[in-house]
């Protein structure tokens, strides 16, 4: 897969986002794939990248305890975005991801990304803007499922 500015534009994230700033994101773009069942990521570890998934489906869970399964806090699919813990200290991610069907994605390394925010304040403000919106939504998901637990849990048997 070729990933150029043209195809990062496609991609609902990056919608009308300048030219210039998407031939920088796609110097720093790869490919990505990963199989049913395979971990993307795990609480608590390093959080260096995200990724725009092109197909397939990818869980966010979320720790309960040893004794429980995790809680599945969103699905995500073709056109959404993983990972927003890159970009804020102390860069470790917040949920488990792991791939429910074979995903292809688009893969950006956070750390150079950071770097070129730093230097480019226009391309760092797009990124925060579009990351703080994907962070809105998972934290909304997050409060449904909250709520449908507990409802669950009162709910007479």
């Known amino acids: 897969m070729e990933i150029n500015a043209t195809t990062l534009a496609e991609q609902p994230f990056f919608k009308g986002m300048p030219e210039p700033l998407l031939k920088i994101l796609a110097k720093e773009a790869m490919p990505a794939e990963f199989n049913a069942g395979e971990q993307v990521f795990n609480e608590g570890g390093l959080a260096n990248r995200f990724y725009l998934i092109c197909s397939g489906k990818v869980e966010l869970q979320a720790a309960t305890d040893f004794e429980h399964e995790p809680v599945v806090v969103e699905t995500i699919g073709n056109g959404s975005v993983l990972g927003w813990s890159w970009l804020f200290p102390p860069y470790c991610w917040h949920f488990d991801a792991r791939a429910v069907t074979p995903v292809k994605a688009i893969f950006f390394y956070g750390t150079r990304l950071r770097e070129e925010c730093e230097s480019n304040h226009e391309l760092g403000y797009e990124?925060?803007?579009?990351?703080?919106?994907?962070?809105?939504?998972?934290l909304q998901a997050t409060r449904r499922r909250l709520v449908e637990q507990q409802i669950n849990l009162l709910a007479p048997i």
């Open 127 to 138: 990124l925060m803007k579009r990351m703080s919106m994907v962070m809105v939504e998972r």
